[in-house]
């Protein structure tokens, strides 16, 4: 049987937590869910609470954004792991001569 969980946020937190999730292919009940069964398995919070530097999230939306369309603009989206491994064996070949 389900139940209806609601939570109050401020909407940017909402915005910048299902941009990143989404990046990651989840949505924000999935991954509410996720850290749920976590708290149970673990018996309580599953990480360790810690003051950190903040991230605007949406700065980080931006950048995210950003990052995605000079790939797209440059056709990096569509290499292959393959690919993408080969560049850095090159890249690091290429570092490894100059040294």
Excluded: C, W, Y
């Excluded at 749920?36 to 919070?45: E, M």
């Excluded at 603009?73 to 792991?81: E, F, S, V």
Aim: aromatic share 4%; no cysteine.
């Amino acid at each position: 049987m389900s139940t209806v969980l609601q939570v109050r946020i401020d909407k940017d937190t909402k915005e910048g937590a299902e941009f990143v999730l989404k990046s990651v292919g989840l949505d924000l009940s999935t991954a509410i869910r996720m850290f749920l069964i976590k708290v149970i398995r673990t018996g309580g919070i599953p990480f360790e609470p810690v003051i950190e530097t903040p991230v605007d999230p949406k700065h980080l939306a931006k950048t995210i954004a950003e990052m995605q369309k000079e790939s797209e603009d440059n056709g990096l989206d569509k290499l292959t792991l393959d690919e993408i491994n080969d560049i850095i064996a090159e890249v690091r070949k290429e570092r490894k001569s100059k040294n």
